[in-house]
């Protein structure tokens, strides 16, 4: 997608503080993070919410949590908790018209992050 931001990092025509990258997937820090940790993880593949997901995306999908997991750990964050975060659609908050999963924690989160 021409006018995507998170292709545009996907194709490293944006800087990011990338912090993985595979195939499939890339993981990088948010630019206005609301925790110690909040990392964005996207399938390379434009999507632009969960609700163009198809049976097609199930295992990059499945990888992303696996992944999301790792990240977890890696960061710090695994055994004091964090909070996985999909906004879907403009009434959903969403942003940024790309799948993304928002990995946050570092701090108490609350019943709302904030």
């Not at 199930?58 to 908790?81: D, H, P, Y």
Request: glycine fraction near 10%; charged fraction near 20%.
């Amino acid at each position: 997608m021409d006018n995507c931001i998170f292709c545009k990092i996907v194709n490293k025509e944006i800087p990011s503080a990338i912090v993985f990258e595979n195939e499939d997937i890339l993981c990088f820090k948010d630019i206005n993070p609301v925790a110690p940790v909040h990392i964005l993880v996207i399938p390379k593949k434009h999507l632009t919410s969960l609700n163009d997901l198809t049976e097609d995306d199930m295992a990059v999908t499945g990888r992303i949590f696996v992944l999301i997991k790792q990240l977890a750990a890696e960061f710090g964050v695994a055994e004091s908790g964090y909070r996985i975060v999909v906004n879907c659609g403009p009434d959903g908050g969403q942003e940024v018209g790309h799948l993304h999963y928002h990995l946050i924690g570092g701090k108490p989160l609350g019943k709302k992050i904030g």
